[in-house]
């Protein structure tokens, strides 16, 4: 046997060697993009601060953010409101920091939570714009990035939409980081509760359950209820209600990346409000939350719509973008939590006889094309024509198909694109 017929001899014993050994540990899938990436954000802290300092350090270490992309700023740690002027200088200085890769802030404070008229999160996503604010019970400017399938909005809008890491001390901000973390990928069939209170004022958000019954009673344990509160429930994933504080949350257990809120005037005065603050949910597990910092009066479009909320996080975005996206005016509110929690962006590989099925809870209806790279072979140095991606298939996600399947003989790696919608 001469040196070529040995080397491709090998080769094919390696392939299939190699697709006997995958169909037992699975291939690595790279699924279409849903969601921002830790390259993809930037990490502002506040200069001479030691809590935000720390906290922002450590998060961009645990989350592997670009070292460049931590940058601090000089602003007051002890101000609660900031002027639009100051915040102006400071905001020409951010920018000129960031490369055009980043699509999103996280700011590592509690305070200042205002600029002018604005919320601090708003202020940082679109600049300082009056047409955001409202002295009075009037709507505002919306933002172009409510409900879009966009997964780069600097690119796409000119914004960077802002989630505070925000805590009381560097204890709680820890924590805060760790459940974010913890809960990528773990796909939680959890519990999901929405509240009429007794306060109807607050309790206007009710006109979307009806619709959330509709596209999550199979897929969360859901609870529509008329309740001023609940008590004693665990594995919480969603908690949304209207009043002026939530009773109870020291008996509540929510999941590792749990979205909660609670509709009233003065949420996001974080750390002076007459009102109870949306830190309380952190605080009591939750990974994020939104509270307004400016009197907005009870319109639901300057609060989170459930509706969107849940349905961008189910579908892969994370937190900072399945919240912003469900806010259709949200100059005067603030967003807080751990930014890239991800729950639903992931897969998992059922093995069949003759097949591996990939199920993941980011296909949505559509045609979808997989890519294959043969790569390196057991350890062999395969040809160069090997190590590119190569057409495998193109297969339908539809309401009576939830999954894609590979057949033999298996790959390394393999590559999903969205082509488009079902017709």
Request: contains cysteine; proline residues 5%; aromatic residues 12%.
């Amino acid at each position: 046997m001469n040196r070529f017929s040995l080397t491709l001899f090998l080769i094919v014993i390696a392939c299939l060697t190699c697709s006997k050994l995958l169909a037992a540990a699975g291939p690595f899938i790279e699924l279409p993009k849903t969601g921002l990436k830790p390259s993809e954000l930037a990490v502002v802290y506040l200069k001479g601060d030691k809590k935000s300092e720390a906290i922002a350090y450590y998060y961009q270490q645990h989350r592997n953010v670009p070292f460049e992309n931590i940058i601090g700023l000089t602003l007051d740690a002890d101000k609660t409101v900031i002027g639009p002027g100051e915040f102006a200088v400071q905001k020409k200085l951010l920018d000129a920091q960031l490369s055009d890769n980043v699509q999103a802030l996280a700011l590592a404070w509690d305070k200042p939570y205002r600029v002018g008229c604005m919320s601090v999160s708003a202020a940082f996503t679109f600049g300082y714009n009056v047409a955001y604010c409202s002295n009075s019970c009037t709507k505002t400017r919306t933002s172009p990035y409510y409900n879009s399938t966009s997964i780069a909005p600097y690119r796409d809008f000119n914004m960077r939409p802002a989630m505070m890491l925000a805590a009381q001390n560097v204890s709680d901000g820890l924590q805060l980081i760790k459940r974010g973390i913890a809960a990528d990928d773990t796909q939680p069939f959890a519990s999901a509760f929405l509240l009429t209170t007794s306060d109807k004022t607050r309790s206007v958000r009710n006109v979307f359950f009806d619709e959330i019954r509709k596209n999550f009673s199979r897929v969360y344990d859901l609870h529509i209820l008329n309740s001023n509160g609940i008590k004693n429930c665990s594995d919480i994933l969603f908690y949304f209600t209207g009043t002026v504080a939530v009773p109870y949350l020291d008996t509540l257990s929510f999941v590792p990346g749990a979205m909660a809120d609670h509709l009233t005037s003065a949420g996001g005065q974080l750390t002076d409000s007459s009102q109870m603050s949306a830190m309380r949910w952190l605080e009591a597990g939750a990974t994020g939350s939104y509270g307004s910092a400016i009197e907005p009066c009870n319109f639901v479009q300057k609060f989170p719509n459930p509706l969107l909320a849940m349905w961008h996080y189910r579908f892969g975005a994370t937190m900072i973008e399945a919240y912003w996206k469900s806010v259709h005016m949200p100059g005067q509110g603030n967003f807080i939590g751990e930014p890239l929690a991800a729950p639903f962006n992931g897969y998992r590989l059922l093995r069949k006889k003759d097949r591996i099925e990939i199920h993941s809870p980011i296909f949505r209806d559509g045609r979808y094309r997989i890519t294959a790279d043969e790569g390196n072979l057991a350890g062999l140095s395969a040809p160069s024509y090997l190590q590119s991606m190569h057409y495998a298939s193109t297969q339908t996600i539809t309401a009576y198909r939830r999954y894609l399947e590979l057949r033999p003989p298996y790959r390394l790696h393999y590559k999903i694109e969205r082509l488009s919608s079902v017709r």
